[in-house]
């Protein structure tokens, strides 16, 4: 399996512009998870999906955020528009259906965001 | 609402040295406990969990944790650390009700020398 996979792995854009990021999941996993990690807030919970439904949204920071997972195999985190302070490494990661919430997440090698 | 604690931000220490990374949590319901390794540039991975049993659990690569409920702690030791084995550390917990959510702790990051 070639796990979780995340494009693009950096990305350097300018304030103002749209920023896409994208993941695929481990297939036959039905938890899909964003995440996003700074040196000064650490590992944040954006937004979690199960079965392509987002569950949980409390963490997206504002409207700017967007996420969605149109199939099993495939979810987006737009930025639009960028702000510097959205500079961060984004991670997405997946788990296994839900079998007693004891299970592992899988995750992505992350993108780095530059937003200057 | 859990939340977890880490109480060192960074640990420096000796190869070959034994190492405990510090971990507590709250929660009202029952736990499920977890570390994660992130080594540079990549992506957590699981390093071990705690979901029942035996409190003690350990890694492939010498790592254990013990689940202390009455501590309400989960703390990681390596009793000889190797050069490799800098990285953060992340110490997580989950529960069996409401949303299926996995809160992290802050990290430590360990710093073996030589």
């Known amino acids: 399996d070639a796990g979780v996979i995340q494009s693009p792995r950096h990305e350097v854009t300018e304030m103002g512009q749209e920023v896409t990021l994208r993941c695929k999941p481990i297939?036959?996993?039905?938890?899909l998870f964003w995440y996003r990690q700074t040196m000064m807030r650490g590992l944040e919970l954006l937004i979690y999906?199960?079965?392509?439904?987002?569950?949980?949204d409390s963490g997206m920071p504002e409207d700017r955020f967007s996420a969605k997972m149109p199939n099993a195999s495939f979810s987006t985190l737009k930025i639009q528009p960028s702000e510097p302070r959205d500079s961060a490494v984004y991670f997405c990661?997946?788990?296994?259906?839900?079998?007693?919430?004891?299970?592992?997440?899988?995750f992505g090698p992350g993108t780095r965001l530059t937003v200057l | 609402a859990q939340s977890v604690t880490q109480l060192d931000s960074q640990v420096p220490v000796f190869e070959e040295a034994p190492v405990e990374l510090r971990c507590n949590y709250s929660?009202?319901?029952?736990?499920?406990l977890f570390w994660y390794v992130q080594y540079p540039n990549q992506g957590l991975q699981l390093l071990l969990k705690?979901?029942?049993?035996?409190?003690l659990v350990e890694s492939i690569n010498g790592f254990e944790a013990e689940f202390n409920k009455s501590q309400t702690s989960f703390h990681l030791r390596k009793p000889s650390v190797h050069i490799s084995d800098t990285a953060e550390y992340f110490c997580?917990?989950?529960?069996?009700?409401?949303?299926?959510?996995?809160?992290f702790g802050a990290g430590t990051r360990l710093f073996v020398k030589a």
């Open positions: 990661a997946s788990s296994p259906p839900n079998r007693g919430r004891g299970d592992t997440q899988y």
């Open positions: 297939s036959g996993h039905d938890y």
């Open positions: 999906f199960n079965n392509n439904v987002p569950i949980d």
């Open positions: 929660s009202s319901v029952s736990v499920y």
């Open positions: 705690y979901l029942s049993g035996s409190t």
């Open positions: 997580a917990v989950s529960t069996n009700t409401g949303g299926f959510k996995t809160i």
